[in-house]
């Protein structure tokens, strides 16, 4: 059970990481440089993660999902149909890492505490509640015009 939580973990982190992504190469706005610079803290955080979330899979003894299909497979992030204003594209971007709270919370349930603690310290950074608040703020300030 637990493997299975990790690997749709690692899943919807790859999913997240390539949205952000995704979003820092079409932003626009006259604010432009500050969210694109913003889109990158948060992808790169992401990617780290993913990384982190795998390696920790491989010291269970179990192979991490690594095809774009099996990803897609276990993520529930779903792709944009089409390039979201600059508001959206933030308000889109705090709806995983919510659900990602709650799913690892449930992972932490299946942990011994020294488990939890250094899987915590490995991918915490991309999950962190203050990136999630400064997210949720920005998407509120933007004006779309």
Do not use: C
């Not at 939580?5 to 949205?19: E, N, R, V």
């Amino acid at each position: 059970m637990l493997i299975e939580l990790l690997k749709k973990l690692q899943a919807d982190t790859f999913a997240y990481y390539a949205k952000a992504h995704y979003y820092h190469w079409n932003v626009e706005g006259k604010d432009f440089y500050q969210y694109h610079k913003l889109l990158e803290k948060i992808y790169t955080d992401a990617y780290e993660a993913v990384d982190d979330i795998a390696e920790h899979i491989r010291q269970m003894d179990n192979f991490a999902p690594g095809s774009l299909a099996r990803m897609v497979e276990l993520s529930e992030i779903k792709e944009d149909p089409q390039i979201p204003n600059t508001k959206k594209m933030f308000q889109n971007l705090t709806e995983p890492t919510k659900y990602d709270y709650e799913l690892l919370k449930i992972i932490f349930r299946y942990m011994t505490e020294e488990e939890r603690d250094e899987f915590r310290m490995k991918i915490i950074k991309s999950f962190s509640y203050n990136d999630l608040q400064a997210i949720q703020e920005l998407a509120k300030s933007i004006v779309v015009i």
